[in-house]
């Protein structure tokens, strides 16, 4: 089952641009974790942020969430090639982790 | 700090066998988890192991899937007999507890069914 779907699918952007990408929901959750996955280093868990919190910062990482719009966003500042990889949200409703389809970030140099 | 283990990297097998996967999580971790990863999508929870119980198996396929945690320990993944369709990456991923602790995870096994 579905859980959470990031928002866009791909992104391109220039290195050194913010790069955004977002993840819905359909129910409620406990908390909503990113992580991030390349060839180099496999799938790295990235930042957790719980329903009680609005926004936390990591970094060049800011995560935002809204439960009312069953709602996150992952901002990364200052983008490096580095960070081309794909971004997946994962939501943890019921004790159950379910992983989106993710997001495929390239940055150009 | 070891990470959490996994082996094979690799493996090519025919469909209608056997294949086991092995995962050896980060010491001290209570919680392990085997997902399936297809190509292009998320990994997918297959079971999900608090020490040596099963707390969520609701998505692994119990006709031809099983796994053992022995010991609250080391896991193994078993497929038998293995279909075309189960040809992907399958990850092992420990946690200090349950779901509210970020996961680790393991570099993979990349299984090929042809």
């Known amino acids: 089952s579905q859980q959470g779907e990031e928002d866009p699918q791909a992104l391109s952007i220039q290195e050194g641009e913010n790069a955004t990408m977002n993840c819905s929901y359909k129910?409620?959750?406990?908390?909503l974790q990113w992580y991030r996955q390349n060839s180099g280093r496999g799938l790295v868990h990235l930042i957790l942020?719980?329903?009680?919190?609005r926004e936390k910062h990591s970094g060049r990482l800011r995560v935002t969430l809204d439960t009312s719009k069953k709602s996150s966003s992952l901002l990364i500042t200052a983008s490096r090639a580095a960070d081309t990889a794909s971004y997946f949200c994962?939501?943890?409703?019921?004790?159950?982790?379910?992983f989106g389809k993710g997001t495929r970030l390239h940055i150009l140099p | 700090e070891a990470g959490v283990a996994q082996s094979p990297r690799y493996k090519i097998i025919e469909k209608r066998q056997s294949v086991a996967f092995w995962c050896n999580p980060i010491?001290?971790?209570?919680?392990l988890y085997w997902y399936q990863q297809i190509l292009g999508q998320g990994p997918k929870l297959l079971i999900q192991?608090?020490?040596?119980?099963?707390?969520?198996d609701s998505q692994l396929p119990k006709d031809r899937f099983s796994a053992e945690r022995l010991k609250g320990v080391d896991s193994t993944l078993k497929i038998q007999p293995a279909k075309l369709e189960d040809s992907a990456v399958y990850l092992c991923?420990?946690?200090?507890?349950?779901?509210?602790?970020?996961?680790?995870f393991g570099p993979g096994t990349r299984l090929t069914v042809t």
């Open positions: 942020i719980r329903s009680n919190e």
């Open positions: 994962a939501t943890d409703a019921s004790d159950k982790i379910i």
């Open positions: 129910t409620s959750i406990n908390n």
């Open positions: 192991f608090q020490n040596n119980g099963v707390v969520d």
């Open positions: 010491s001290g971790h209570a919680t």
């Open positions: 991923a420990s946690s200090f507890g349950d779901t509210v602790y970020e996961q680790y």
